[in-house]
């Protein structure tokens, strides 16, 4: 494997968002907003819908009744989510989303007090096409072995590591900074990321993705191998993917790199003897030499020496540095 694509938010993080902040706009409350958002997230299953619908509840604010919501509800992959509110359509998601549909979001840049590790946190618009009725800014945090998984890669011979997220910029980088990985996309769209795997696949050969949402589904299908995070990850990651990691622990990557290479060179030596010991026999029995018993000791030899060799698979992988 010569190259590996993380996904960010659920993948390289928890994904398990919190709600740090609750700004409105003028004309707003922060209440108002929060409702707005939950009612249009009570139908998404993203990290980002969790964290809005635990807010709504700390703050003692009624969630919408879904069946009326669940009609009218659309994803907007890798943007946000949709629903009818009240008679009006509310958008929740990213600055991306509310340029696409056309609301005016200039405001939000004054609306956002700098904060001093602001860029470490992801903002989630709320608002309709007429314009953002506020903000709500969400923290994730670093899975603390990422560090540790990235790094064995690369001493594994892992020659280039990228993460591919639909988050904003800086918070991105923060993340690629504190993993250790150099090459951050950010702002993508499923498609984008596929397209980057697709590129990836061409300049490096074997290429791993890992990633956990649906919106990964593609890049994990094309890729190489397809590594899906397994019980925090969607359903349709999981299904896609080549292997799926239950225990959530990142450091199984380069594991499975091991044991992966481990296994080919097992396989090379196992077919090698065998031939080898298969060929030295036919010699023997050609040039007359072979007795009944040299025969079965050649057949169960081999036989047996290709277990015992494959056996040693079942030792416990020494983790890489
Ligand atoms: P990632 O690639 O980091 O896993 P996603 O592609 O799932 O992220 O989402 C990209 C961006 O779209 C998120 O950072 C978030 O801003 C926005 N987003 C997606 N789904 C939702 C949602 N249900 N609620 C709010 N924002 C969302
Ligand atoms: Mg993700």
């Known amino acids: 494997m010569h190259a590996?694509?993380?996904?960010?938010?659920?993948?390289?993080?928890?994904?398990?968002?919190?709600?740090?902040?609750v700004?409105?706009?003028?004309?707003?409350?922060?209440?108002?907003v929060v409702r707005m958002a939950g009612a249009v997230e009570a139908g998404s299953a993203h990290?980002?819908?969790?964290?809005?619908?635990?807010?709504?509840?700390?703050?003692?604010?009624?969630q919408a009744a879904r069946g009326t919501l669940a009609r009218t509800f659309t994803v907007?992959?890798?943007?946000?989510?949709?629903?009818?509110?009240?008679?009006?359509?509310?958008?929740?998601?990213?600055?991306?989303?509310?340029?696409?549909?056309?609301s005016p979001s200039g405001a939000t840049g004054t609306m956002m007090p700098p904060g001093e590790d602001e860029g470490s946190r992801t903002i989630t618009l709320v608002g309709t096409e007429q314009g953002i009725a506020g903000f709500l800014e969400m923290e994730d945090e670093?899975?603390?072995?990422?560090r540790e998984a990235v790094h064995s890669l690369a001493s594994l011979g892992v020659r280039h590591a990228v993460m591919l997220t639909g988050d904003r910029d800086d918070v991105a980088r923060a993340a690629g900074e504190?993993?250790?990985?150099?090459?951050?996309?950010?702002?993508?769209?499923?498609?984008?990321?596929?397209?980057?795997?697709?590129?990836?696949?061409a300049s490096y050969g074997t290429v791993a993705?890992?990633?956990?949402?649906?919106?990964?589904?593609?890049?994990?299908?094309?890729?190489?191998?397809?590594?899906?995070m397994g019980a925090a990850g969607s359903p349709a990651a999981i299904e896609t993917a080549d292997v799926a990691l239950m225990a959530e622990d990142l450091r199984k990557v380069p594991e499975a790199v091991v044991l992966g290479r481990r296994m080919v060179s097992v396989i090379r030596q196992n077919v090698v003897a065998s031939l080898a010991i298969k060929a030295g026999f036919l010699v023997a029995a050609v040039s007359g030499y072979a007795t009944l018993w040299m025969a079965v000791a050649a057949d169960m030899g081999t036989t047996l020496?290709?277990?015992?060799?494959?056996?040693?698979?079942?030792?416990?992988?020494?983790r890489p540095v």
């Not at 700004?23 to 108002?32: K, L, T």
């Not at 919106?215 to 190489?224: H, I, K, R």
């Not at 020496?305 to 020494?318: Q, S």
Request: aromatic fraction near 2%; proline fraction near 3%; charge should be neutral.
């Open 305 to 318: 020496l290709v277990i015992g060799n494959g056996m040693r698979l079942l030792k416990k992988t020494e």
């Open 209 to 228: 993705m890992v990633g956990d949402g649906v919106n990964d589904a593609p890049a994990l299908a094309l890729a190489s191998v397809g590594i899906a």
């Open 76 to 102: 907007l992959e890798g943007r946000g989510v949709s629903a009818e509110v009240e008679g009006r359509r509310v958008y929740v998601g990213n600055s991306r989303l509310f340029e696409e549909i056309g």
């Open 4 to 21: 590996v694509a993380f996904d960010k938010t659920g993948t390289l993080t928890r994904g398990k968002l919190r709600v740090t902040r």
């Open 178 to 201: 504190s993993v250790g990985i150099e090459e951050v996309l950010s702002g993508l769209l499923p498609d984008d990321k596929l397209r980057k795997v697709e590129a990836l696949v």
């Open 47 to 62: 990290p980002a819908a969790e964290a809005v619908r635990h807010e709504a509840r700390r703050r003692g604010i009624a």
């Open 142 to 146: 670093v899975r603390p072995e990422a």
């Open 23 to 32: 700004v409105a706009a003028e004309g707003f409350d922060e209440a108002e």
